[in-house]
Each structure stands twice: as C-alpha cells, then as structure tokens.
C-alpha cells in the first residue's frame, strides 16, 4: 500500500498502525519477487473480514465461471481466454491468500 506522499518503503513488509502488511501470493504480483510486491493485506485484520474478503473473491470467480460457462468460448480469440484466465488466477490466487491469513489470525486465537 502506497503512502500518499508516494515515499512507499522499499521493504516488502510495511507498517500501518501497529500492523505489518505482507504481499499477496506471487499469483496476485507483477513480478514473482517479494521485494517488487504492490499488493498487500493485514494479516492482523480480524479473522471476519479476512473470510470475508475471500468469500468476496471466491464469489467473484464463481460468478465469473457462470458466466463463462454460458458463452461460446469458441467465439473468443485465443488473447481473451489468456485473458480471462488471468483473471481467474488472480482471484484465485486473492482468495487463497486472505483463506491462508485468516486461518492464521484463528490459530492465534484473535
């Protein structure tokens, strides 16, 4: 998460109000190297709203593969099914990340 004067740290790791933020799985970078991280979560965020946020994105997929399920993929020019299973990844790969911290934050006992 990037600081507002822009001056974000170079550590993968930033502090926010007494929480350190970690990157989201390599899936959901630009780039496979934790220190080019640009997406991160709380790992400290209450269990609730980690879950939440999963199922918001476990949701996403589903209704994304409803949709896909319905149309002519053979219609669709071979950079659109790269495409679309990027999106996948991602959210996928989001979801996944926010399950593992939630998981963490339970075995904690918060």
Do not use: V, W
């Amino acid at each position: 998460m990037a600081n507002t004067d822009h001056t974000s740290p170079s550590s993968p790791a930033e502090r926010r109000e007494g929480g350190t933020f970690i990157p989201l799985g390599p899936a959901s970078q630009h780039s496979k190297l934790p220190r080019d991280a640009t997406l991160y979560l709380n790992p400290n965020a209450p269990a609730n709203a980690l879950y939440d946020a999963a199922e918001y994105r476990l949701k996403s997929l589903i209704d994304l593969l409803t949709t896909l399920e319905l149309a002519e993929l053979t219609a669709l020019p071979n950079h659109n099914l790269l495409q679309l299973s990027r999106s996948l990844l991602l959210l996928a790969s989001d979801a996944q990340s926010l399950y593992q911290a939630n998981q963490q934050q339970r075995a904690r006992g918060q």
